[in-house]
């Protein structure tokens, strides 16, 4: 995947829960077709593009995860009241 065509990658992330599958497969798709006519002008070699695709997801998946579970547990401790003693 070219670095470039991987921006889509983050708004699949954010698609809703039925949509993602779909949304993560079409953004994958595009991003390998990029990549792919990139290596046909000679703009880039595999590895290039492999590795950007890598790094990429990996730094998407990260943040995504951070992002959420930050939210998860600000909600989480929110909810939470303190319990009191019966005496």
């Not at 000679?42 to 590895?47: D, L, Y």
Request: charged fraction near 15%.
């Amino acid at each position: 995947m070219d670095i470039r065509s991987c921006r889509d990658l983050p708004q699949a992330a954010l698609a809703p829960a039925p949509w993602r599958p779909l949304a993560y497969a079409s953004a994958i798709a595009f991003g390998v077709g990029m990549g792919a006519v990139r290596m046909a002008m000679g703009a880039h070699f595999f590895t290039d593009v492999a590795f950007a695709g890598l790094f990429t997801f990996i730094i998407i998946v990260l943040t995504h995860g951070l992002i959420f579970r930050a939210r998860t547990s600000d909600s989480e401790s929110k909810t939470e009241t303190p319990s009191k003693s019966a005496s």
